[in-house]
T-cell receptor, first 112, second 115 residues
């Protein structure tokens, strides 16, 4: 059972454009929502994370938008660059439980 | 300042053999997690360990898989009598303490291929 679902599966964006990846979850007990970036042959690296007490968090070109009532959160990559081409995973966990539940991942390709 | 180290990076085994995957956490981290990633899939939690203790093994298959994190040395994920379905990338992560929101730092993974 996939607890966290991502869409779209893959995304092609022009350099300078905005990449948007969406994530939906079922378990309302989740209270920590990180996004991880993974390059081929590497392990995932934390990009940005949010808790449900805020609706948006921005770090550089990366923004998480969080909609608690819809049980959705999304990652926005502004001014996308070819170096952003990677697989992005959303995840969720519950305070007191260290298990991260990951989505299946979105492959983002930024073309020059 | 070394991150999480995993070895070997690639491992080939024949069906029925044993696979041993090693993970050295970030220096000072006492919490270790193992995840498995199948092709075209996200990471699936397997087990969470602290030094000498298994805290949560709810994601671990009941048979053939075991994990340990001894007082000294790396964490080991052991797969006995491997089958083709065990072929996957196995990632180890570590964190300095427990609690949701504590960043888990991932290693580069061990890619296991079972022939």
């Amino acid at each position: 059972q996939q607890q966290v679902k991502q869409s779209p599966q893959s995304l092609i964006v022009q350099k300078g454009g905005i990449s948007i990846i969406n994530c939906a979850y079922e378990n309302t007990a989740f209270d920590y929502f990180p996004w991880y970036q993974q390059f081929p042959g590497k392990g995932p690296a934390l990009l940005i994370a949010i808790r449900p007490d805020v609706s948006e968090k921005k770090e550089g070109r990366f923004t998480i938008s969080f909609n608690k009532s819809a049980k959705q959160f999304s990652l926005h990559i502004m001014d996308s660059q070819p170096g952003d081409s990677a697989t992005y995973f959303c995840a969720a966990s519950i305070t007191g439980n260290n298990r991260l539940a990951f989505g299946k991942g979105n492959q983002v390709v930024v073309i020059p | 300042n070394a991150g999480v180290m995993q070895n070997p990076r690639h491992l080939v085994r024949r069906r029925g053999q044993e696979a041993r995957l090693r993970c050295s956490p970030v220096k000072g981290h006492s919490h270790v997690y193992w995840y498995r990633q199948l092709p075209e899939e996200g990471l699936k939690f397997m087990v969470y360990l602290q030094k000498e203790n298994i805290i949560d093994e709810s994601g671990m298959p009941k048979e053939r898989f075991s994990a340990e994190f001894p007082k000294e040395g790396p964490s080991i994920l052991r797969i006995q009598q491997v089958v083709r379905g065990d072929s996957a990338a196995y990632f180890c992560a570590s964190s300095p303490s427990a609690g949701s929101g504590e960043t888990q730092y991932f290693g580069p993974g061990t890619r296991l291929l079972v022939l």
